[in-house]
């Protein structure tokens, strides 16, 4: 399985990017039941969840992005997404998706990260 994480760049504080995850190696039927998340790495932090959703829509978010980020899911096409609005300087990281929860914190499948930058 390969994760293609795409839709970082730079953007000045307030503003909007949407995230995009595509997978490749797994068909449908496997996709659509495994848990898809967000995480995200700030320099000289360790890597934090942002956002989680499940096989059955179930969604968890971590505080700092609680009623700006949506993480949403497109089983048919194999991609997880995550909108970001009205974002901060603090949310400047590296974005990795992952696939497959196996623990708490442990995912199967993860994406080569994609960076963003909010300007202040």
């Known amino acids: 399985v390969q994760l293609q994480a795409s839709g970082g760049g730079l953007v000045q504080a307030g503003g909007s990017l949407s995230l995009s995850c595509a997978a490749s190696g797994i068909n449908y039927s496997i996709f659509s039941v495994k848990a898809l998340a967000w995480y995200r790495q700030a320099p000289g932090k360790e890597r934090e969840l942002v956002a989680v959703?499940?096989?059955?829509?179930?969604?968890e978010y971590a505080d700092s992005v609680k009623g700006r980020f949506t993480i949403s899911r497109d089983n048919a096409e194999r991609t997880v997404s995550l909108a970001m609005n009205s974002l901060k300087p603090e949310d400047t990281a590296v974005y990795y998706c992952?696939?497959?929860?196996?623990?708490?914190?442990?995912?199967?499948?993860w994406g080569q990260g994609t960076q963003v930058t909010v300007s202040s």
């Open positions: 959703i499940t096989r059955d829509g179930f969604l």
């Open positions: 992952a696939v497959d929860r196996r623990s708490r914190s442990s995912w199967m499948y």
